[in-house]
């Protein structure tokens, strides 16, 4: 459930304020759990998978100045969001952080349908220290909220959500046929920090008018 609210503030920026309460869990086997979460311990697994209740409060604000919605060619667009979850406002303990992003989009003609296009995104995502499971602290980001990178989108090039951390998983080589290789299963685990740069020179194709065009591309 999110309940929600907008207001223009100054130099026509809007601003939202946003609750929302969530009610779920983590089913998944025991080696899912130790490599994505890093808790092994079957007591620490069993405290994951109960039902979590997740209490975040919100606040974004986006400055646009660019000459389009869908398809700018001059202007810029400015984005920050908050978030933050905590017991003190009803989340449980695996349920905790306070996270941040910002990210900016820029666009200049650069001549007769050409363009040139600059992104830069970051964030930072802070959990608590947990020091009741073993008496050992740990830190738990909800896998949902962490940062994920790659794919057509972010980084071109890398599958999605490949580029970060990530657990590969190699099939016994034993249970192979030797003229096979190993399946091996990548699972991304995410981050607690981003930071994404696009630049990116978009052209129209001779010939093909408005109906295709091309662009060169750095990403990183």
């Not at 959990?127 to 071109?156: C, K, M, S, W």
């Amino acid at each position: 459930g999110v309940l929600s609210f907008t207001r223009q503030m100054g130099f026509g920026i809007p601003v939202t304020l946003s609750y929302s309460l969530s009610r779920g869990r983590t089913l998944a086997d025991e080696v899912t759990l130790c490599e994505r979460f890093n808790l092994c311990d079957r007591a620490d697994q069993a405290q994951l998978q109960r039902f979590q209740i997740q209490s975040t409060i919100g606040v974004s604000a986006v400055r646009d100045r660019t000459n389009s919605l869908l398809n700018p060619t001059r202007g810029m667009r400015l984005r920050f969001d908050a978030s933050f979850s905590s017991d003190a406002i009803g989340s449980d303990e695996f349920a905790q952080f306070f996270k941040w992003v910002g990210e900016g989009t820029w666009y200049r003609p650069v001549g007769r349908g050409t363009v040139l296009a600059v992104r830069l995104r970051m964030g930072v995502i802070w959990p608590p220290n947990l020091t009741r499971l073993g008496a050992v602290d740990v830190q738990i980001i909800p896998t949902h909220e962490r940062f994920y990178l790659g794919g057509p989108n972010t980084v071109r090039g890398f599958r999605q959500n490949e580029l970060g951390p990530a657990v590969y998983v190699i099939e016994d080589p034993l249970n192979v046929p030797a003229n096979m290789q190993p399946d091996t299963l990548v699972s991304p685990t995410g981050g607690n920090q981003m930071f994404l740069a696009n630049v990116e020179l978009r052209f129209r194709v001779p010939g093909l008018a408005n109906r295709i065009g091309a662009a060169v591309f750095v990403d990183a």
